[in-house]
Nanobody, 114 residues
């Protein structure tokens, strides 16, 4: 499974961004897709995840602001991020769980700053 993520950038507090993650390869085996984020000196943390059946999981810090979705026809997952805060600044990584293995896309930097 290969993952191609895009959509990061610089945004002001209160602004919005949408990240996308396109999967290719053995996509039939993907069960869960998600987004994680990491800041220097800290562990990578789950932001949001969605199963093939549509079950959602969000970090408490993003509930009500972020929405994860998945277009199975396009093999793509999206993370809509609204009301961004400076503490959302991080490198965001797309993740897919397939065949009992984790796959990772390259990170995309999200910077929230005025």
């Amino acid at each position: 499974v290969q993952l191609q993520a895009c959509g990061g950038g610089l945004v002001q507090p209160g602004g919005s961004l949408r990240l996308s993650c396109a999967a290719s390869g053995s996509i039939f085996s993907i069960s869960t897709m998600g987004w994680y984020r990491q800041v220097p000196g800290k562990q990578r943390e789950l932001v949001a995840a969605i199963t093939s059946g549509g079950r959602l999981n969000y970090a408490d810090s993003v509930k009500g602001r972020f929405t994860i979705s998945r277009d199975n026809a396009k093999n793509t997952a999206y993370l809509q991020m609204n009301d961004l805060k400076p503490e959302d600044t991080a490198v965001y990584y797309c993740n897919a769980f397939a065949g009992f293995k984790d796959y990772w896309g390259h990170g995309t930097l999200v910077t929230v700053s005025s």
